[in-house]
């Protein structure tokens, strides 16, 4: 057992540090087991006499410690973060980042992440838990943060270590200077909307044919039941099933001008989100199984779509998330690129999307690095901020309008082009194309603060030259262009709604391929 150990922080021209390399490690053990540490946990003697972490809670509250990690030496790397854990009595949390935190905390100028380690509750004995983070190449702050958060119980910790699990991945910028940016289309802009698996043919021709579109997101999307994944071996069977509809469909797509982006919204291996639907990849970072599954699912797609017209690309791992990525596994980095040479071998010239981890955010871009992949484009969703774009999505809480101030902080159209710089950024540095792949504004939003959020992010877009994708079309009311900014009203208008003007006037600027 050690004593706490901070790595030092090293020159930024260093060679990488090793894999296993410790930036932090403690056992809580001798006279310096919470030096450094602040909150409210207790030194208590362990099991063979060693010592632990205690944090208690008597009625639902937080409570919890932190520790200051070396962030600049952090750059970059995938770290990897494990802990032993003891439960006693912990409560159900309100929310599924709450209960036991074994997380991080980590700071940049434009943004903040949590990763953290998904435990559980109730009582339970010693366990191995863990997370994995990229932590972002410009992060100012770190922090280790153990505890609990908003609800009740006692937990202990041990064998706390923070480590490099990866490298950063270096390429050198090559801008394309002087030559063509690969875009995969054949007209000045793809302009569009996401779609439900389950639209219409009727539905297709006013998407495409009576409002402009000439670009949907077709999801490959499993919604959970009973709060469930589908079991490993029906995968199969569902994507058939999901396959066949888009089959029925293209047909459709061809007569009304639309271009389409297959959308693995659902990959091996993934979990049930809070939106129901199965993704934020649990399985695919921690089985290696799920990793060989996805390479095989694209390999299928790819033989079943070659040279099959109106597609446009392939969209690899919606919103990839890497909670926990396990030895032996690799990183989204070399599984999309593993991905994408696979389906290379299968077909030469299809589009191949690729979104950054953290959930396909603008900031994921500053972590990574083009593929070694020829006609690669590269996608972020723009949902920035959060709690205005989704207020009273999940739950209720404060109503905020654009533009305005919002969790304390003033946002505009400055500020939206401020939050999507690190998508500039990859742009210019590596002379690469963006898709926006989805985009949105809950209709209820007050006093017609979704139509002003939609025509700032729509005007940014076309200034950078960004194809994109609106979410969405007649998949869910609430992101519905075709309802009121009323909540209750749950029956499209009969007039145009002011958010509707916004993207028809978009996409009558379209050509439509392939008519």
């Known amino acids: 057992m050690v004593a706490a150990t901070i790595a030092p922080v090293g020159a930024a021209d260093a060679e990488p540090l090793p894999r296993g390399h410790i930036f932090f490690e403690t056992g809580f053990d001798g006279n310096e087991g919470l030096n450094g540490w602040t909150g409210a946990g207790r030194h208590q003697a362990g099991p063979q006499g060693k010592g ?56 940049t100028p434009d943004r903040k992440l949590w990763p953290q380690a998904q435990i559980g509750t109730g009582t339970f004995d010693w366990r191995r838990v863990g997370f994995t983070v990229r932590v972002p190449t410009n992060a100012e702050s770190a922090k280790l943060v153990l505890g609990l958060e908003a609800v009740s119980g006692k937990v202990w910790f041990d064998d706390v270590k923070i480590s490099v699990a990866r490298a950063p991945v270096r390429r050198a910028a090559q801008p394309a200077v002087g030559t063509t940016v690969y875009t995969g289309r054949e007209v000045p802009r793809l302009r569009g ?33 009973a709060g469930r994944a589908l079991a490993d071996s029906d995968y199969d069977g569902w994507l058939e099933g999901e396959l066949k509809k888009l089959d029925a469909a293209l047909p459709h797509c061809r007569e009304n001008g639309l271009r389409v982006v297959i959308d693995l919204h659902s990959p091996p291996g993934g979990k049930v989100t809070s939106g129901g639907y199965v993704g934020s990849d649990d399985r695919l970072f921690t089985d290696p199984e799920c990793q060989k599954k996805l390479v095989r699912v694209w ?59 953290a959930w396909g955010g603008p900031g994921g871009l500053a972590d990574l690095v083009p593929l070694p992949v020829s006609n690669v484009v590269y996608s972020v969703h723009m949902y920035l901020p959060h709690a205005f774009t989704h207020q009273g999505v999940h739950s209720a809480g404060p109503s905020y309008h654009y533009p305005g101030v919002i969790e304390g902080k003033n946002w505009n159209k400055a500020e939206l082009e401020a939050a999507l710089q690190p998508v500039v950024d990859f742009q210019r540095a590596y002379g690469v194309h963006i898709y926006i792949g989805e985009f949105s504004a809950i209709r209820w939003a007050p006093e017609g603060s979704a139509a002003r959020y939609l025509s700032d992010v729509i005007d940014l877009f076309e200034k950078h030259g ?20 009323q909540r209750e009203d749950e029956k499209p208008t009969a007039q145009p709604t002011e958010r509707l003007r916004i993207l028809q006037r978009a996409w009558s600027q379209n050509q439509s391929p392939g008519r």
């Open 466 to 485: 960004w194809d994109w994708s609106y979410h969405a079309f007649r998949e869910w009311s609430g992101w519905s262009l075709e309802h009121s900014d």
């Open 193 to 225: 909307a996401m779609i439900s698996p389950d639209i219409d043919a009727a539905g297709l021709r006013v998407l495409g044919r009576d409002w402009g579109a000439n670009l949907i997101r077709w999801q490959l999307i499993q919604h959970g039941r």
């Open 52 to 107: 632990v972490l205690e944090v208690a809670v008597a009625e639902t509250a937080t409570s919890v410690v932190s520790l200051s990690l070396p962030a600049a030496a952090m750059r970059g790397y995938l770290v990897r973060g494990t802990a032993s854990v003891r439960g006693e009595k912990v409560g159900s949390p309100p929310h599924p980042w709450n209960g036991i935190k074994c997380m991080m905390a980590i700071e």
């Open 299 to 357: 390999e299928h797609i790819a033989l079943r779509y070659r040279g099959v017209q109106p597609i446009w690309g392939y969209d690899l791992v919606n919103e990839p998330v890497e909670d926990f990525v396990e030895d032996g596994c690799d990183d989204w980095q070399a599984l999309a690129e593993r991905v994408a040479l696979a389906i290379r071998g299968i077909d030469a010239e299809r589009t191949i999307i690729v979104e950054p981890s």
